[in-house]
C-alpha cells in the first residue's frame, strides 16, 4: 500500500523497514530500492522508533498505518527525502495527529507540503478520522507555513508549542 502524488511516493514502512530505520547501512533503502544518501538518525529518534513505535506497529490490535513511519520518496530522484507518522489512532473525536520531518537537504522544495496535503486526504477518507492536528514550535515558520498552506487553523498555544487543526 502507498499514496502517492504528482511528485512523490509515501509509503508506510512495514514493522522489518521501521526495525531498519536506525540502521546505517542502507538497508532500509535497500528494501524500499531507492538511491542512497547518508542519514543520521539522533538518538533520540532511534529510542522512540525501538521503544515506542515499534511495539505499536508490532501489537496486532493497532492498526499500524497510525504508529508507523510513512517514508516521502522523490520520484524524480528515487530518493527519501522526508518522513512523517500519525501518532496513534483517531482517539473519540475522532482526531489523529500528524508529525513530519524533512532531510536537510530537501528543505525548501515543498515536498512536506504536498506529502502533509495528500495525507490529510488519505486520513480524512479513513471513515474514523474528523479532524487532524499538528503542534509546531512557535520559531519553526517553515513547518508554521506547512500547515497554513495545507488549510490547517490556529486553535491554540502551550507553553512550548502553537496547536492547529484540519477538520473533515
Known sequence: MHVQTPRLHIIPLTK?????YSIPDFSLENSLHVNTIPRIVPEFLANVINNK?????????????YYTFWTIISKQENIMVADLCFKGEPNDNGEIE??????PAFEG????T?????????????ANVQSVTAQTDPTNIASQ????KNNFVEYGRTAENILWRIDK
Do not use: H
Not at 98 to 103: A, L, Q, S
Not at 109 to 112: A, L, P, S, T, V
Open 98 to 103: 500528524i508529525g513530519y520531518g524533512t532531510y
Open 53 to 65: 513505535i515499534l511495539p505499536s506497529v508490532t501489537d496486532t490490535s493497532k492498526n499500524y498505518l
Open 16 to 20: 522489518e523497514q521501521l526495525a531498519n
Open 145 to 148: 507555513k506547512i500547515l497554513e
Open 109 to 112: 522544495k515543498g515536498f512536506m
Open 114 to 126: 504536498e506529502a502533509v496535503g495528500e495525507m490529510v486526504r488519505w486520513a480524512f477518507a479513513q
